[in-house]
Nanobody
Framework: QVQLVESGGGLVQAGGSLRLSCVVSGTIFSMSCMAWYRQAPGKQREMVADITIGGSSSYVDSVKGRFTISRDNAKKTVFLQMNSLKLEDTAVYYC????????????WGQGTQVTVSS
C-alpha cells in the first residue's frame, strides 16, 4: 500500500519560510518522480514543483527563485523549502507521486495547510 505523509505546514508571516516534508512508503521511492501541488480556496489544484528520478526540478513561474524541491532517497522523503512566502502562497499543499514525463498523478498525500498572514 503506497502512502505519502506530509508535514511541516503551518501559519507564517509574509516574508517567512517553511519547509514541507513528505515521507513515502510502499513503493520504490528512488524510482519515483515526485511533485508538490497546492490548492487555494476556490481555485484549481496546480503543480508547484516536480523533481525527476535523477534530481532535475522544475517550478511554476510564481514560485521560481523562492521555492526549492529536493529529495533524499535514503530517507524516502521529498522536501519543499519555501522562502519569501507571500499571501498568495496560502493553500493546502499536497505531495504526489507522478508519472515520469507526464502530468498525471499516481498517488496523493493527504495535504498540509500553509497559511501566510500579513
Amino acid at each position: 500500500q503506497v502512502q505519502l505523509v506530509e508535514s511541516g505546514g503551518g501559519l507564517v508571516q509574509a516574508g517567512g519560510s517553511l519547509r514541507l516534508s513528505c515521507v513515502v512508503s510502499g513503493t520504490i521511492f528512488s524510482m519515483s518522480c515526485m511533485a508538490w501541488y497546492r490548492q487555494a480556496p476556490g481555485k484549481q489544484r496546480e503543480m508547484v514543483a516536480d523533481i525527476t528520478i535523477g534530481g532535475s526540478s522544475s517550478y511554476v513561474d510564481s514560485v521560481k527563485g523562492r521555492f526549492t524541491i529536493s529529495r533524499d532517497n535514503a530517507k524516502k522523503t521529498v522536501f519543499l523549502q519555501m522562502n519569501s512566502l507571500k499571501l498568495e502562497d496560502t493553500a493546502v499543499y499536497y505531495c504526489a507521486i507522478k508519472r515520469c514525463g507526464w502530468t498525471s498523478v499516481n498517488y496523493w498525500g493527504q495535504g498540509t495547510q500553509v497559511t501566510v498572514s500579513s
